[in-house]
């Protein structure tokens, strides 16, 4: 409780006095700890692709700071066209999958936001169905092959075209807009595609921001489809970056069809670098919409 001392000052709560010295000092020591442990691993895989081969094998595969950095890695796995045209699969994958997912789950979820919609109650609870239990690989396998997927791009996106936990997040910031801008709307003469492009979606800028990156992050890190639908000519990034890691190995180049030797660690960081760049760069952009996004849509649904 607070109160007054002796000589008039108040007294203010136990958790609103500052901090002593030495409570700061331990928190700034495990900021600095966290910030080590996230950072570190991220110089040394970036060290390693700039450091020449022999270096890394005398510090035994691993470098934290090269002597004599050096772009080579990089100009190997972009030169041999196996990186270039994954890269290019992936980025094609993305975008197309992050606007095809966007365009359906922003339809379907304001559809499933408005009330007194004939059917939506029993397409959501449809929709949360399989989200509770999902398909089984084989399942999934035997639909592409009956759609006629096999080989082809569309096995990576249509299956996973539209994202449950997504929508809801959707649905739930559409149901949290004030419904007179909805009967302002209306009374204007707008019809539902005019309410929700010029009402809804100019107002849903910071989820469809969220939800945006979602899609694009599990597009772009999507490996296992391809493993399964795609032969390995055709694998995105993520695919070429798994061979390349894990197994250890190259793979046959596009250009010219001959096998690629073992990947040593300076290509294998590379490929690594390459991979992960491109949605970090998105992150600083995309960061001051994640509190309002997701929070917003998730607590009103």
Partial sequence: MSGTRGGGAPVRPGWLERPRPLTQAAKAVALATVVLLVCVPFLVILSTSLAAPREVVANGGWVLWPR???????RDILDGGIVTHALAVSAGVTLVGTALSLACTVTLGYALSRPGVFGGRLVLLLILFT?????????????????????????????VVVNVFNLVV??????GIPEELYEAARLDG?????????????????????????YAVAYWNSW???????????????QVLRTYVVAGSGLTDTTTG??????????????LV????????????????????VLTGAVKS
């Fill in 131 to 159: 989200f509770l239990f999902p398909p089984g690989m084989i399942p999934g396998f035997l639909l592409v092959k009956e759609l006629d997927l096999l080989g082809s791009y569309g096995s990576l996106i249509l299956p």
């Fill in 274 to 293: 390459i991979a992960t760049v491109p949605i970090l760069l998105v992150y600083p952009f995309l960061q001051k919409y994640f509190t309002k996004g």
């Fill in 68 to 74: 004599h950095p050096t772009l080579q890695a990089y």
């Fill in 258 to 271: 001959e096998a690629a030797v073992n990947a040593p660690q300076t290509i294998q960081m590379a490929v």
């Fill in 170 to 175: 959707l649905r739930g910031f559409f149901q």
């Fill in 224 to 238: 296992f489809y391809a493993s399964l639908y795609l032969e390995s000519d055709r694998w995105p990034l993520q």
């Fill in 190 to 214: 707008a019809g539902d595609w005019r309410v929700l492009w010029s009402v809804v979606l100019p107002l849903s800028k910071a989820a469809l921001a969220v939800v945006g990156l979602f």
